[in-house]
Protein backbone atom coordinates (compact mmCIF):
# COMPACT_ATOMS: atom_id res chain seq x y z
CA UNK A 1 0.00 0.00 0.00
CA UNK A 2 0.90 3.11 -0.64
CA UNK A 3 1.98 6.75 1.82
CA UNK A 4 3.06 9.40 2.25
CA UNK A 5 4.44 11.03 5.76
CA UNK A 6 5.31 14.44 6.78
CA UNK A 7 6.06 14.64 10.44
CA UNK A 8 6.08 17.98 10.34
CA UNK A 9 3.16 19.78 10.85
CA UNK A 10 4.04 23.20 11.07
CA UNK A 11 7.34 24.74 11.03
CA UNK A 12 7.79 28.67 11.77
CA UNK A 13 10.98 30.14 10.52
CA UNK A 14 12.32 33.88 10.28
CA UNK A 15 12.80 35.61 6.96
CA UNK A 16 16.14 34.38 5.26
CA UNK A 17 16.56 31.31 7.25
CA UNK A 18 17.04 28.20 5.89
CA UNK A 19 14.36 25.21 6.44
CA UNK A 20 13.67 21.63 5.27
CA UNK A 21 10.34 19.94 4.63
CA UNK A 22 10.65 15.84 5.46
CA UNK A 23 8.66 13.87 2.96
CA UNK A 24 8.90 9.48 3.62
CA UNK A 25 6.89 7.35 1.17
CA UNK A 26 5.77 4.05 1.54
CA UNK A 27 5.30 1.69 -2.00
CA UNK A 28 5.60 -1.85 -3.62
CA UNK A 29 6.14 -0.30 -6.76
CA UNK A 30 9.21 0.00 -8.12
CA UNK A 31 8.57 2.23 -10.84
CA UNK A 32 6.71 5.61 -9.27
CA UNK A 33 7.06 9.48 -8.68
CA UNK A 34 7.17 11.87 -6.04
CA UNK A 35 6.20 15.38 -6.12
CA UNK A 36 5.98 18.21 -4.03
CA UNK A 37 2.85 20.94 -4.16
CA UNK A 38 2.75 24.40 -2.93
CA UNK A 39 -1.00 25.49 -1.34
CA UNK A 40 -0.97 29.38 -0.53
CA UNK A 41 -4.17 30.67 1.32
CA UNK A 42 -6.06 30.75 -1.93
CA UNK A 43 -6.27 27.16 -1.99
CA UNK A 44 -4.98 26.09 -5.76
CA UNK A 45 -2.37 23.76 -5.72
CA UNK A 46 0.80 24.74 -7.05
CA UNK A 47 2.98 22.18 -9.08
CA UNK A 48 7.04 23.05 -7.52
CA UNK A 49 8.14 19.43 -8.86
CA UNK A 50 8.54 16.11 -9.94
CA UNK A 51 10.79 12.90 -9.81
CA UNK A 52 10.80 9.54 -11.33
CA UNK A 53 11.95 6.89 -8.90
CA UNK A 54 15.05 5.99 -11.81
CA UNK A 55 16.53 9.10 -11.24
CA UNK A 56 18.23 9.93 -7.72
CA UNK A 57 19.95 12.76 -8.80
CA UNK A 58 19.15 16.02 -6.03
CA UNK A 59 17.70 19.20 -8.38
CA UNK A 60 18.07 23.08 -7.45
CA UNK A 61 15.72 25.82 -8.30
CA UNK A 62 16.33 29.16 -7.58
CA UNK A 63 15.99 29.42 -3.40
CA UNK A 64 14.28 25.31 -3.98
CA UNK A 65 16.07 21.96 -3.70
CA UNK A 66 15.21 18.55 -3.14
CA UNK A 67 16.87 15.42 -1.96
CA UNK A 68 15.42 12.29 -3.29
CA UNK A 69 17.11 9.18 -1.19
CA UNK A 70 15.83 5.88 -2.18
CA UNK A 71 17.77 4.46 0.43
CA UNK A 72 15.67 5.94 2.93
CA UNK A 73 12.81 6.03 1.41
CA UNK A 74 12.57 10.03 1.67
CA UNK A 75 12.11 13.67 -0.73
CA UNK A 76 13.13 16.60 1.34
CA UNK A 77 12.26 19.87 0.46
CA UNK A 78 14.76 22.30 1.32
CA UNK A 79 14.12 26.77 1.07
CA UNK A 80 17.13 28.32 1.17
CA UNK A 81 16.64 32.63 2.85
CA UNK A 82 13.04 32.14 2.94
CA UNK A 83 11.06 34.97 2.22
CA UNK A 84 7.45 35.68 3.73
CA UNK A 85 5.99 34.75 0.16
CA UNK A 86 6.97 30.81 1.13
CA UNK A 87 4.25 31.23 3.90
CA UNK A 88 1.80 28.51 2.68
CA UNK A 89 1.44 24.50 3.17
CA UNK A 90 3.44 22.12 1.42
CA UNK A 91 2.83 18.51 -0.11
CA UNK A 92 4.32 15.72 -0.81
CA UNK A 93 2.71 13.26 -3.23
CA UNK A 94 3.94 9.94 -4.63
CA UNK A 95 2.22 8.41 -7.81
CA UNK A 96 2.57 5.24 -8.96
CA UNK A 97 2.84 4.34 -12.71
CA UNK A 98 0.20 1.83 -13.64
CA UNK A 99 -0.33 -0.51 -16.35
CA UNK A 100 -3.41 1.25 -17.67
CA UNK A 101 -1.60 4.82 -17.29
CA UNK A 102 -3.83 6.05 -14.39
CA UNK A 103 -2.24 7.85 -12.50
CA UNK A 104 -3.75 9.02 -8.96
CA UNK A 105 -1.89 11.29 -6.44
CA UNK A 106 -1.38 10.28 -2.97
CA UNK A 107 -0.71 12.74 -0.42
CA UNK A 108 1.01 13.33 2.81
CA UNK A 109 -1.10 15.46 5.23
CA UNK A 110 0.66 18.95 4.76
CA UNK A 111 3.39 21.04 6.49
CA UNK A 112 2.64 24.38 7.41
CA UNK A 113 5.45 26.73 6.60
CA UNK A 114 5.50 30.61 8.34
CA UNK A 115 7.52 32.68 7.69
CA UNK A 116 8.06 35.96 10.13
CA UNK A 117 9.41 38.84 8.43
CA UNK B 1 -2.54 29.92 -22.00
CA UNK B 2 -5.54 28.80 -19.85
CA UNK B 3 -5.09 26.67 -16.59
CA UNK B 4 -7.42 24.74 -15.13
CA UNK B 5 -10.44 26.26 -14.16
CA UNK B 6 -13.20 25.34 -11.56
CA UNK B 7 -16.92 26.82 -10.74
CA UNK B 8 -18.32 27.59 -8.91
CA UNK B 9 -16.14 28.74 -6.34
CA UNK B 10 -17.92 28.94 -2.91
CA UNK B 11 -21.46 26.70 -2.45
CA UNK B 12 -23.77 26.27 0.00
CA UNK B 13 -26.18 22.76 0.08
CA UNK B 14 -28.42 21.34 2.67
CA UNK B 15 -28.24 17.76 3.78
CA UNK B 16 -29.46 15.40 1.00
CA UNK B 17 -29.25 17.28 -1.63
CA UNK B 18 -27.68 16.85 -5.06
CA UNK B 19 -24.56 19.34 -6.45
CA UNK B 20 -22.41 19.30 -9.55
CA UNK B 21 -19.07 20.74 -9.73
CA UNK B 22 -17.36 21.46 -13.12
CA UNK B 23 -13.96 21.37 -14.50
CA UNK B 24 -12.30 22.58 -17.54
CA UNK B 25 -8.98 21.21 -17.66
CA UNK B 26 -5.69 23.05 -18.99
CA UNK B 27 -5.26 23.59 -22.70
CA UNK B 28 -3.63 20.83 -24.27
CA UNK B 29 -4.95 17.97 -21.42
CA UNK B 30 -7.03 15.31 -21.86
CA UNK B 31 -7.76 13.94 -18.58
CA UNK B 32 -9.30 14.98 -15.28
CA UNK B 33 -8.80 13.84 -11.64
CA UNK B 34 -11.04 14.49 -8.92
CA UNK B 35 -9.62 15.22 -5.24
CA UNK B 36 -11.05 16.22 -1.95
CA UNK B 37 -9.70 18.15 0.40
CA UNK B 38 -10.90 18.19 3.74
CA UNK B 39 -9.84 21.07 6.24
CA UNK B 40 -6.59 20.22 7.93
CA UNK B 41 -6.15 17.15 5.40
CA UNK B 42 -4.43 15.93 2.10
CA UNK B 43 -6.02 15.88 -0.72
CA UNK B 44 -7.93 12.46 -1.32
CA UNK B 45 -8.60 11.12 -5.06
CA UNK B 46 -11.84 10.71 -5.85
CA UNK B 47 -11.93 9.78 -9.56
CA UNK B 48 -9.91 10.29 -12.78
CA UNK B 49 -11.30 10.21 -16.48
CA UNK B 50 -9.92 9.68 -19.60
CA UNK B 51 -11.70 9.31 -23.10
CA UNK B 52 -15.42 10.01 -21.01
CA UNK B 53 -14.78 7.14 -19.35
CA UNK B 54 -13.55 6.65 -15.51
CA UNK B 55 -10.14 4.81 -15.50
CA UNK B 56 -9.63 4.82 -11.81
CA UNK B 57 -11.44 5.49 -8.96
CA UNK B 58 -10.78 6.43 -5.15
CA UNK B 59 -12.20 4.52 -1.56
CA UNK B 60 -15.77 6.72 -2.45
CA UNK B 61 -19.48 5.75 -2.25
CA UNK B 62 -21.08 5.76 -5.35
CA UNK B 63 -23.41 8.95 -4.06
CA UNK B 64 -19.64 10.21 -5.83
CA UNK B 65 -20.38 10.12 -9.66
CA UNK B 66 -19.00 11.91 -12.85
CA UNK B 67 -18.76 12.46 -16.39
CA UNK B 68 -16.14 14.08 -19.21
CA UNK B 69 -17.62 15.38 -21.74
CA UNK B 70 -15.84 15.53 -25.48
CA UNK B 71 -14.20 18.80 -24.80
CA UNK B 72 -12.48 16.70 -21.99
CA UNK B 73 -14.48 19.39 -19.38
CA UNK B 74 -15.91 17.26 -16.76
CA UNK B 75 -18.43 17.09 -13.80
CA UNK B 76 -18.51 15.91 -10.42
CA UNK B 77 -21.82 14.98 -8.90
CA UNK B 78 -22.49 14.25 -5.45
CA UNK B 79 -26.18 13.23 -4.35
CA UNK B 80 -27.64 12.91 -0.88
CA UNK B 81 -25.00 15.05 0.47
CA UNK B 82 -23.76 14.66 4.28
CA UNK B 83 -22.03 17.03 6.37
CA UNK B 84 -19.28 15.22 6.02
CA UNK B 85 -18.61 16.13 2.40
CA UNK B 86 -17.92 19.24 3.29
CA UNK B 87 -14.63 20.23 1.66
CA UNK B 88 -12.57 21.73 -0.76
CA UNK B 89 -13.00 19.86 -4.43
CA UNK B 90 -9.83 20.13 -6.34
CA UNK B 91 -10.00 19.47 -10.09
CA UNK B 92 -6.62 18.43 -12.02
CA UNK B 93 -6.19 17.96 -15.56
CA UNK B 94 -3.00 15.76 -17.31
CA UNK B 95 -2.03 14.22 -20.42
CA UNK B 96 -2.99 10.86 -20.65
CA UNK B 97 0.08 7.88 -20.32
CA UNK B 98 -1.61 5.54 -22.72
CA UNK B 99 -0.69 1.96 -21.67
CA UNK B 100 2.84 2.90 -21.05
CA UNK B 101 4.29 2.95 -17.48
CA UNK B 102 4.27 6.62 -17.19
CA UNK B 103 2.61 9.59 -14.93
CA UNK B 104 2.36 12.93 -16.34
CA UNK B 105 2.25 16.01 -14.14
CA UNK B 106 -0.93 16.84 -12.45
CA UNK B 107 -2.20 20.60 -12.42
CA UNK B 108 -4.49 21.94 -10.33
CA UNK B 109 -7.69 24.04 -10.31
CA UNK B 110 -8.22 26.82 -7.59
CA UNK B 111 -11.22 24.34 -6.03
CA UNK B 112 -15.04 24.57 -5.16
CA UNK B 113 -15.50 24.86 -1.28
CA UNK B 114 -18.36 23.07 -0.77
CA UNK B 115 -20.27 23.88 2.53
CA UNK B 116 -23.18 21.21 3.44
CA UNK B 117 -25.70 22.32 6.24
Redesign the interface.
Known amino acids: AQKVTQAQTEISVVEKEDVTLDCVYETRDTTYYLFWYKQPPSGELVFLIRRNSFDEQNEISGRYSWNFQKSTSSFNFTITASQVVDSAVYFCALSEATVAGANNLFFGTGTRLTVIP | DAGVTQSPTHLIKTRGQQVTLRCSPKSGHDTV?W?QQAL??????IF?Y?EEEE??R?NFPDRFSGHQFPNYSSELNVNALLLGDSA?Y?C?S?L????????????????T?LTVL
Do not use: I
Not at chain 2, 40 to 45: A, D, E, K, W
Not at chain 2, 96 to 111: I, N, V
Open positions: SYGQGPQFQYRQGLLASAGGLKRYTDTQYFGPGR
